[in-house]
């Protein structure tokens, strides 16, 4: 089994896209994973329909018992983050303020604050309109952890894709180097970096780049929207030569993607004729690539 995962250093690079053309393509062969679980897109085009879903908990926050508050403010004193203040004749946490470090918790005299663990997302298991497995995810806004959610996207796609004898798993991880790609990262044959003609893109392309080689995986990249400043993907394919990596293909900014995303579609779907060819030579490209 050879898992591919998608990323690139910015977001609006087309990354999304690029996965669901490439997955129009390999439906049969492929099991796709969104592990962009702090923006998760590709459900919009995918359409999925769960047929599992799953709390995913992680972290703790405080939670004060008004019954037993005396409303000392001792806890509101010694939060670092202002993140309990009185209502009434007790206090409160916010939650969002909150960042479960327990403080609170062990200066209380009168033991009203608990620290539960939180469910913060879930987990879903889909089929989808292609016809190929979706395994994604939700996490609440403002909620931690998303390197975790990452990680068990990823394993239940991996169970899943050995149940079902896939030869691949397409991940579309998520823009930038933090935790979320970091998990991407883990246990990848094959980073496919997609990237574009702005100085800003250039920037984060090897700044990815250096996250990527701590881990030892061969990378390919895609150049979205090449032609809009030409200097500088000249710049980026002299830079991928001199790293090794290699250039699969440079796609033209092209209002189709636009058009396609408002329709829902993949691009395949809304201009197949033009954009068939594009992605099948990609996708060879990507099974060859050791």
């Not at 939670?63 to 000392?72: F, G, H």
């Not at 987990?123 to 609440?140: D, E, M, P, Q, Y």
């Not at 881990?215 to 090449?226: E, G, L, R």
Request: proline share 5%.
């Amino acid at each position: 089994m050879k898992e591919i995962v998608c990323i690139s250093g910015k977001g609006g690079t087309g990354k999304s896209s690029v996965v669901a053309a490439l997955s129009w393509i390999a439906k049969d062969e492929i099991l796709v994973a969104d592990c962009d679980v702090d923006a998760a897109d590709l459900h919009l085009i995918f359409a999925p329909e769960p047929e599992k879903s799953e709390e995913f908990y992680s972290g703790i926050k405080a939670e004060i018992d008004p019954s037993r508050c005396i409303a000392c403010g001792i806890c509101a004193a010694k939060c670092r983050f202002d993140a309990i203040h009185p209502v009434g004749n007790v206090y409160q946490v916010k939650p969002l303020d909150c960042e479960g470090c327990g403080y609170c918790f062990h200066v209380c005299p009168q033991n009203a604050i608990s620290l539960p663990e939180q469910m913060v997302g879930h987990c879903f298991t889909s089929n989808t309109r292609f016809g190929c497995k979706l395994v994604h995810a939700k996490l609440k806004i403002g909620a931690d952890n998303s390197g975790k959610l990452v990680a068990k996207v990823k394993n239940e796609a991996k169970q899943l894709a050995a149940a079902l004898e896939k030869e691949y798993i397409l991940v579309d991880g998520s823009p930038g180097i933090g935790c979320p790609v970091i998990s991407s990262l883990s246990g990848a044959n094959l980073a496919l970096l997609v990237t574009e003609p702005s100085l800003s893109a250039q920037s984060d392309l090897e700044r990815l780049w250096k996250l990527i080689q701590k881990f030892q995986i061969p990378a390919a990249c895609i150049i979205n929207k090449a032609d809009i400043n030409p200097n500088i993907s000249h710049e980026i394919k002299k830079w991928l030569k001199k790293e090794g990596i290699r250039m699969l293909a440079e796609l033209p900014y092209d209002e189709d993607f636009q058009a396609a995303i408002v329709n829902g579609n993949s691009v395949l779907e809304y201009n197949y004729t033009k954009w068939q060819p594009v992605f099948e030579k990609i996708w060879q490209a990507l099974k060859e690539t050791k």
